[in-house]
């Protein structure tokens, strides 16, 4: 992906003259509106107003937090604890450490091994002995600094202390800056499925440095570019558009492969944007919301299936979307089973098609949140963006199991 370092400086130089872009939005919410901001190497000045607005108005109505809280987030900030993935902390020490300074964090930050077997509750445990270590109050943040599983498991550690401290989400990840730290779900996973517990957990806020971006390598790029496919199949098809020539046009994905930063960053803060909308209509998910797990329901028994360790969360979610994809055009015959086809070779999965054992799928789909009574609900495409819940039985699941055991 690196080619030569005088090139890349070059290249970085243009990019960030060319760069220059701050973009905002606030998400609306029960637990009070926040603000989500996009942009290069904002997070210390991000961090810095953010600070300055809790001192400013510890109780009131500024900008970015409307009339709905009813937390004590409004108060100062009393210190902040640091929760951060070890391979961010590992190549960006530097910066963590400057923002550490910066926001006054307890010296002592909170490691969180990198992969999904970190959203476990023994995980958890030892984050809430950390807070609780550290005497945290009803005013000390979490600043969770990583991909979604550091943002999952530090807003769950942040909701249960205390009944719950301020939460701060700086999102490393395409797949965390596209959607895992919008829309207060946190939580871990359980020996019976994924996200089986945890709670809703309003952020303060949610950074999008980009610059973080720039270490991210392919295979995560690409884990993140599902959840945007995604938001692009149920709200807006241009995303999907879009993402053809973002990410097929240009070699390896990365931020190298990136041609023209600004029109990514609307890219990617238009996804951020779909789960803002849809997430404060349906904060709880007694309805929309639940199209947000277009490709789950069989995405999350495949992740299950394999260990939480052998598929990347947006890699099951690609398997998912096909298996999703054939059965809307199966049901309803609008959308073309086909659709994600010119993204498939981005995608190199590590597990082989015979291991696909149609049955234990189903039955973890059974264990899945989406479930109603013993049938299981798939969110399927009436038409493109046309999102809709429906039962569907088990022989045309197998079907899709079929399909998506072709496309390995
Ligand atoms: N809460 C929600 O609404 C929601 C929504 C979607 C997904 N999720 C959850 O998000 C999780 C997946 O998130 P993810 O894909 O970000 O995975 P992740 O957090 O495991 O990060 C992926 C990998 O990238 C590394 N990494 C992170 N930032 C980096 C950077 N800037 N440079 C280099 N490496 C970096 C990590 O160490 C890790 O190895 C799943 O657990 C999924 O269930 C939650």
Not at 221 to 235: D, F, Q, T
Not at 338 to 361: C, G, H, K, M, V
Request: glycine share 10%; with cysteine; charged share 25%.
């Amino acid at each position: 992906m690196f080619k030569g370092a005088g090139r890349n400086e070059k290249s970085e130089r243009s990019k960030r003259r060319r760069f220059m872009n701050r973009l905002s939005m606030i998400n609306r919410s029960a637990g009070g509106d926040y603000p989500v901001v996009s942009g290069a190497g904002i997070a210390e000045a991000e961090l810095e107003a953010l600070w300055h607005r809790h001192l400013r108005d510890p109780r009131g109505s500024h900008d970015s937090h409307g009339s709905h809280g009813s937390r004590d987030s409004h108060d100062p900030y009393d210190r902040a604890c640091i929760v951060v993935d070890a391979e961010v902390l590992r190549l960006h020490e530097d910066r963590i450490r400057a923002i550490q300074m910066q926001i006054g964090a307890v010296e002592e930050v909170f490691v969180v091994p990198s992969g999904e077997s970190s959203k476990s509750l023994s995980m958890w445990e030892r984050g809430v002995d950390y807070l609780l270590r550290h005497q945290v109050s009803r005013r000390t943040p979490v600043v969770a600094v990583g991909g979604g599983v550091t943002g999952d498991l530090a807003g769950f550690m942040a909701s249960a202390v205390l009944r719950g401290v301020p939460l701060i989400h700086i999102p490393t990840t395409l797949l965390a800056m596209a959607d895992s730290s919008i829309g207060g779900k946190t939580g871990v996973n359980h020996a019976s499925g994924k996200n089986l517990i945890g709670a809703f957990h309003t952020p303060d806020a949610v950074i999008q440095d980009l610059d973080f971006l720039k270490t991210l390598p392919p295979r995560e790029w690409v884990n993140g570019l599902s959840e945007v496919l995604k938001s692009g199949l149920i709200a807006d098809r241009t995303l999907v558009d879009d993402a053809g020539e973002i990410f097929t046009g240009n070699g390896e994905p990365g931020w190298e492969a990136v041609a023209d930063p600004d029109r990514f960053q609307t890219w990617l803060f238009r996804c951020a944007e779909i789960k803002c909308e849809i997430t404060s209509d349906d904060e709880f998910e007694s309805g929309r919301r639940a199209f947000l797990n277009f490709g789950h329901t069989m995405g999350h028994a495949m992740e299950k299936m394999f260990g939480y360790n052998r598929l990347r969360h947006g890699e099951a979610v690609f398997l998912g979307m096909i298996g999703a994809l054939f059965l809307s055009a199966k049901v309803f015959g609008r959308v073309a089973a086909d659709a994600l086809d010119p993204f498939a070779r981005l995608y190199e999965f590590d597990i082989r098609p015979e291991e696909l054992d149609t049955s234990s799928l189903i039955s973890y789909m059974a264990l899945d949140k989406k479930r109603a009574g013993s049938t299981v609900r798939f969110v399927l495409l009436e038409d493109w963006e046309k999102p809709t819940l429906q039962p569907v039985d088990s022989q045309l699941i197998a079907e899709a199991v079929d399909v998506i055991r072709r496309s390995l």
